[in-house]
């Protein structure tokens, strides 16, 4: 993770607050501001209003993380030991290859808070003095939180069914057509949400959403809700902020009698990165067997394969993976990639046809 990261905001990351990047977990708190005394205290920074709308159609799961603002450069940590609640809702989603997902944002940023004039704590500046890095690692891992950005974050993600492998084609292009991406205008946001309407209401369809941030909780179940929410969002806030993300930076950015060396840190976040991509396979493989479980109509001589079988390799697989990761944090200097045996998974054809949704 490179200095100056921004990642999504976990409890514990108060200012000051030391992280180890390769779990994305709180430590200690070793850092504060050069005139005042520890532990660290919230500073006003800067930063106006800013709300950003976005409209997104993932085709894939990495895809549809990073609509929920959890791309992989950061997150690998969140797939492998568990995140915040932004990814507990992206994965009571079950993103699978069958239906088709839009990913509707909107994110209010009110302020941003940080540290002036960072200073490491004397228990650290001890640690390293005295060449006992592993012992620094373990108090205030590899980077400290130097600013929390304050806002909140509204997300609705709509999954529209399909029946056959022609009809999930057919309703992509449709999709497509939708005037997609990121906008400071409320209006054309809106415009492109109203455009779903009709394939909305003429399909069998899951709505789920999530707020972070504001005093009302999310209850939208149409498109037009979701167009009120988001036109409603910012004012809804108000003083009702939450900190989204935190950014982070390394140690070696102050003044130490000794700067850490982490490069044991640097290439077991690679390997983990690479354990990260494998689980998304994983995860994904699993979504589509359930899926296919749950609509077996939807699919040729489905009962003739062993998909309860398909899921216990999968699960052995993803524990392997998980125990892998697990050994490369307990011992980063040893760290190195061992390979996860993933199993040979052959599904079922989709049906070449069949009826749409009505």
């Not at 990047?21 to 205290?41: C, F, Q």
């Not at 840190?265 to 479980?293: C, G």
């Not at 052959?346 to 009826?355: C, I």
């Amino acid at each position: 993770m490179k200095p100056g990261s921004e990642v999504p905001f976990l409890d514990g990351m108060d200012l000051g607050t030391g992280i180890n990047t390769l779990e994305l977990m709180p430590r200690g708190i070793g850092v504060h501001d050069a005139n005042r005394s520890p532990p660290a205290t919230r500073v006003p920074g800067g930063g106006g209003d800013i709300t950003i709308f976005q409209l997104q159609h993932p085709t894939f799961i990495e895809g549809f993380y990073s609509a929920l603002d959890l791309s992989l450069d950061f997150s690998a940590a969140f797939r492998l030991f568990g995140g915040n609640a932004t990814f507990k809702f992206a994965e009571n989603q079950k993103f699978n290859s069958f239906s088709q997902f839009l990913i509707a944002s909107v994110t209010v940023t009110k302020a941003f808070k940080e540290i002036p004039e960072p200073q490491l704590d004397p228990v650290g500046r001890d640690l390293l003095a005295n060449g006992d890095e592993n012992r620094f690692l373990q108090e205030f891992g590899d980077m400290f939180v130097l600013g929390d950005r304050m806002g909140g974050l509204y997300y609705a993600v709509l999954e529209f069914t399909t029946t056959s492998k022609e009809d999930s084609e057919e309703l992509s292009q449709s999709l497509d057509a939708i005037d997609f991406g990121g906008s400071r205008r409320p209006d054309k946001f809106s415009q492109s949400l109203s455009n779903l309407k009709g394939i909305f209401s003429s399909r069998a369809n899951q709505l789920q959403v999530f707020q972070s941030g504001a005093s009302g909780q999310s209850l939208e179940t149409s498109i037009d809700g979701i167009i009120n929410k988001a036109q409603n969002f910012a004012s809804e806030l108000g003083d009702n902020v939450v900190p989204i993300s935190a950014v982070l930076r390394d140690y070696a950015s102050l003044e130490l009698p000794k700067p850490p060396n982490f490069t044991g840190v640097q290439a077991a976040a690679e390997v983990l990165l690479n354990y990260a991509v494998l689980r998304n396979e994983i995860v994904q493989k699993i979504n589509d067997v359930e899926y296919i479980q749950l609509h077996p109509e939807q699919f040729i001589d489905a009962a003739k394969f062993d998909l309860r079988g398909m899921l216990q390799q999968l699960t052995q697989a993803m524990n392997q993976l998980r125990n892998n990761a697990s050994t490369c944090v307990g011992s980063v200097k040893d760290c190195k990639f061992v390979d996860v045996t993933l199993p040979n998974i052959t599904l079922p054809s989709r049906v070449p046809g069949g009826p749409k949704m009505t």
